[in-house]
């Protein structure tokens, strides 16, 4: 539970970073690490840091210092305490920020507070509700088809490059307006930057000036030559009423690209690996279709594409689970953690379609829930439901143990997913 003590929020203003300005990979402490290993066995780490405390002082994602909280009743109450703030105003200096953006692309919702926050996402929040997202249901099933059938004769494929990734950018990019010929660059730029290879820290930034080139160029063009698209309708709310800024406008379409992407791709590839893990969970989706929606719940529950909620910085002295965390450090908060804490999911490790799984945090909780939950749900649910029923063998093309992970701590997502695909029956 988190209680607080009164003091004056930090607000100094932070460096305005340049076009380039990427954190380049720090070494961690020479001190162990509480959460060293969690890139190799997330989940095993996870367990060992919520039996020995519920808050841990650890190195974040750029080897600074952050707090980690792991346990699900401390971050599901920490995700909706508005003491934690995601303005980057309220951070100490030289403490960890998470990506370094230029203002173009940083005055997203993912760096905001209420009122912004609030008056932002209403512009944007009609886009993806339930009924709008729904109609997306058959153009959705139609990609997923078309995928399909390409990969079909092939026999052996890397679904994450040929399915899973595929699929959300057509999506997403559908929906925003952005050209075909721009689909397959933004893909790898989006990689470069989210999961950064450590021997070649220069193609986050090359990303970074890419994106931020591309972006300027796709809204010159929108501007003038309007469509019937989410992009067009958000410049027309700039343009005309006044109640976006130019960055704000920039950095929405920046992030509801890389979150529709980045998010959707790891959570389709995650649920069909651990579908094969499963083999008789998997036989039993098959069998009843309709069990899907509910499977989609569990997947997110039991591999989310999000380990971590976006860091957070305490406007003053705030106590979680009994540690004081001072005012203007960083917070991390498990999102991976809690949903494998057996105080609230009994036997966690295990996927089971037939769990209850009301209250999963694998998208957030409170005002910061993932924006785009409703099309995440809706392009996983016909993704796996498009796949199974197609290839009822479908089946791992490699040994389980060769299956690699990106090296993440922002994102759990596959390298690759060899599979073998046959259309016979069982």
């Known amino acids: 539970m988190a209680t ?18 990427v954190p380049e990979p720090q070494e961690e402490p020479a001190h162990q690490d509480p959460a060293q290993g969690i890139a190799d066995d997330p989940y095993g780490t996870y367990a060992r840091l919520r039996d020995t405390a519920p808050v841990h002082r650890i190195a974040g994602t750029d080897g600074k210092p952050a707090w980690l909280v792991t346990r699900y009743d401390d971050v599901r109450e920490a995700l909706a305490n508005p003491l934690l703030s995601l303005d980057k105003s309220h951070a100490l200096p030289g403490g960890y920020r998470g990506l370094a953006l230029p203002p173009a692309l940083d005055a997203n919702l993912l760096n905001m507070d209420p009122p912004d926050h609030t008056r932002i996402r209403s512009l ?30 092939l026999g052996r494929v890397d679904l994450v490059a040929a399915y899973a990734a595929p699929l959300p950018i057509t999506v997403i990019c ?74 704000e406008l920039m950095s929405l379409a920046f992030l509801i690209l890389i979150a529709g992407y980045e998010n959707t791709v790891h959570l389709i590839g995650n649920a069909v690996l651990a579908l094969l893990d499963h083999p008789q969970q998997l036989a039993a989706l098959r069998d009843d279709p309709a069990r899907l929606p509910a499977a ?54 295990r996927l089971d379609l037939d769990r209850a799984t009301a209250g999963h945090v ?28 197609r290839f009822p063998r479908l089946a791992l093309a490699v040994p389980r143990d060769e299956i690699r992970w990106r090296p993440s701590m922002r994102s759990r997502g596959l390298r690759e997913l060899p599979v073998t695909l046959t259309s016979l029956p069982l």
């Open 362 to 389: 694998a998208l957030g909780h409170g005002i910061h829930h993932c924006l785009g939950a409703p099309l995440a749900r809706l392009e996983t649910e016909i993704a796996v439901g498009a796949l199974v029923e």
């Open 4 to 21: 607080s003590t009164h003091r004056t929020p930090n607000s100094t203003p932070t460096p305005t970073p340049t076009p380039t300005s």
């Open 174 to 247: 559908d929906l925003l307006g952005v050209p075909d010929a721009s689909r397959r660059d933004f893909r790898e730029w989006t990689d470069a930057l989210l999961s950064p290879d450590p021997a070649h820290p220069e193609k986050a930034k090359h990303a970074v000036v890419a994106m931020l080139g591309f972006f300027t160029g796709l809204l010159a063009d929108k501007r003038q030559h309007p469509a019937d698209d989410l992009l067009s309708d958000l410049i027309a709310v700039r343009d005309e009423g006044d109640r976006l800024s130019e960055d």
């Open 296 to 349: 989609v719940e569990e997947f997110q529950r039991y591999d989310g594409p999000a380990p971590l909620a976006i860091r957070r910085f305490p406007v003053e002295d705030i106590t979680i689970a009994g540690v004081t965390v001072p005012a203007g450090e960083t917070v991390l908060l498990s999102l991976g953690s809690a949903n494998r804490d057996p105080g609230r999911f009994p036997d966690p490790d």
């Open 124 to 153: 944007v929040g009609r886009a993806f509700t339930r009924r709008r997202v729904e109609r997306l249901r058959a153009p959705v099933r139609r990609t997923a088809d078309a995928l399909l059938d390409a990969v079909e004769p």
